[in-house]
């Protein structure tokens, strides 16, 4: 609990509006309006769908202590709580929730990791790392948000600022002293990580994704570099704040000039073949049961044995190395932790290993995703390689198209269906796939089936066992979103029922 004072203090550009109200104390912050009663600070958030401002008085009624509005929103009418102002209600919530909850990112080991691909993954591989040096951290991300004893349903991969010091909070007072956590451009965009503190700042890669929330590519560029020329080096009067960025990406080597050049954040870079990254590999041999090589470290040589698949995978690898470098673990602790994982859930997840055709199920739902899926399986296949997948509806339509282009290019048989077609027409979104796999020119088959369930029964019943089926789009998702409502699904359960289904 904080005074009303304490909080405007502690965060810039809040104003209390009018003499009366600061000495209220607050025993709770919300920007729901149902969840309001005596003690809340009701903060007013704009929405996309609903705005906040439109309950201010409603919460007012319902016991609110004080309301935190844009100033250019001021109530008409004279409330019976305390009136706070801020220039962007949305833009100061992160600071405040800090505020509210103690800073716990000061104290904490915080590591952030953003990129279109491979955030999930990474975050594994340095849970793992941490794990094996005795530093069990808390994650926050796509699958679910975890710490020693707690695992937490994930809504968004990012959670909002308060639910995000909140968690932060909680692990502290158990005793969490490092966390680990997946930024998305969603949650950057949207102000989520204000008030964090983070000490590194990992950056995996960049391609097209998401353009239904950002419009443009520069946009979105622009939104994953507010980790690294923003709120990083907010850290720096109290942390060694360090970037780890990846120059085998286009974006990553632009980042890193950018990064070289100020005096406030370390760099260390990381590349599958570039010698003149600070962490490098020397040798790949993959093979069926997983991947083995050797890397070069600012700290020595590296030997690692992992249970995942593909260069990508290397790549991940090599960015959980530098983070957990740049946080002072031993090269032995990182060799055990890597070596430890033995996969994550939907991500080039094998569905049966005794199982023939050999199918995985991944969480691929972007262009370069699917290509790396398909990329890695191609050298395992000796019959032939089948991708079974789908677009959301009511988000980017222009990599409908494009994957489905990839598709035709890299597998053998395209099976185009259902992932989430939302409020949109699952045809519609199928057939914008298919103009792709047709301007491709290639000599994969094609078959269409709108239903996922017999889409993926009827690609693994006609594989021969020496195919490989890939599963792609939805990994560890549980559902499938048809018309606003969610229906259980699951692409692990329907992949295992048709492989028995085969014996």
């Not at 692990?171 to 451009?185: I, K, L, Q």
């Not at 199982?355 to 019959?383: C, I, K, M, N, Q």
């Amino acid at each position: 609990m904080k005074s009303l004072e304490e909080i405007i203090q502690a965060v810039p550009g809040l104003v209390l509006e009018g003499a009366h109200g600061a000495s209220a104390m607050i025993s709770q912050v919300s920007f729901d309006s149902r969840q309001v009663g005596a003690g809340t600070l009701f903060v007013a958030l704009e929405g996309a769908r609903q705005d906040g401002h439109d309950f201010v008085e409603a919460a007012a009624g319902a016991g609110a202590t004080a309301v935190l509005v844009n100033r250019s929103r001021l109530p008409a009418e004279a409330l019976s709580c305390a009136v706070v102002s801020a220039v962007d209600t949305r833009a100061s919530l992160g600071a405040l929730a800090s505020a509210f909850y103690g800073a716990p990112s000061s104290r904490q080991g915080v590591i952030g990791i953003t990129g279109t691909n491979g955030k999930t993954t990474t975050s594994y591989l340095i849970e793992a790392i941490f794990k094996a040096a005795g530093r069990a951290p808390g994650v926050i991300g796509t699958i679910n948000y975890r710490w020693p004893g707690h695992v937490l349903a994930a809504p968004n991969t990012t959670p909002e600022s308060l639910v995000l010091h909140r968690l932060m909070a909680q692990m502290e007072a158990d005793g969490v002293a490092d966390v680990v956590m997946e930024v998305s451009s969603h949650g950057l965009s949207s102000h989520r990580l204000g008030g964090v503190l983070f000490d590194v700042a990992v950056f995996t890669n960049l391609s097209q994704d998401h353009l239904d929330f950002h419009l443009s590519m520069q946009a979105y560029r622009d939104a994953k570099r507010r980790l690294f020329l923003e709120l990083l080096p907010a850290a720096a009067q109290t942390k060694r704040p360090r970037a780890v960025v990846n120059l085998d990406d286009e974006e990553g080597r632009a980042l890193a000039t950018l990064l070289a050049a100020r005096n406030d954040v370390a760099l260390l870079t990381y590349s599958l073949r570039s010698a003149g990254a600070d962490v490098h590999c020397l040798h790949i041999r993959e093979h069926i049961e997983g991947t083995s090589f050797t890397v070069q470290t600012p700290a020595g040589e590296l030997s690692v044995e992992t249970g995942l698949l593909g260069e990508f995978n290397v790549s991940n690898c090599l960015a959980a190395i530098g983070a957990a470098l740049a946080m002072g673990v031993e090269l032995s602790a990182i060799r055990r932790g890597l070596a430890s994982l033995a996969g994550v859930a939907g991500r080039l997840e094998r569905v049966d290993a005794s199982s023939l055709p050999a199918a995985f199920v991944d969480y691929a739902h972007s262009p370069d995703a699917l290509e790396r899926a398909l990329v890695t399986l191609r050298p395992l296949v000796t019959g032939k390689l089948i991708v079974v997948f789908g677009c959301g509806g009511d988000r980017d339509r222009h990599k409908r198209a494009l994957m489905g282009g990839i598709a035709a290019r890299l597998a053998d048989q395209v099976v185009v269906t259902s992932d989430n077609p939302r409020n949109e027409d699952p045809e519609a979104i199928i057939a914008a796939i298919v103009s792709g796999v047709a301007a491709a020119e290639s000599n994969a088959q094609l078959r269409c089936e709108p239903d996922r369930h017999l889409a993926i029964a009827q690609a693994i019943a006609g594989a021969a066992d020496d195919d490989v089926v890939l599963i792609a789009g939805k990994g560890h998702e549980n559902y499938q979103e048809i018309g606003g409502v969610r229906y259980d699904f699951d692409d692990l359960d329907e992949a295992r029922r048709a492989l028995w289904g085969r014996r």
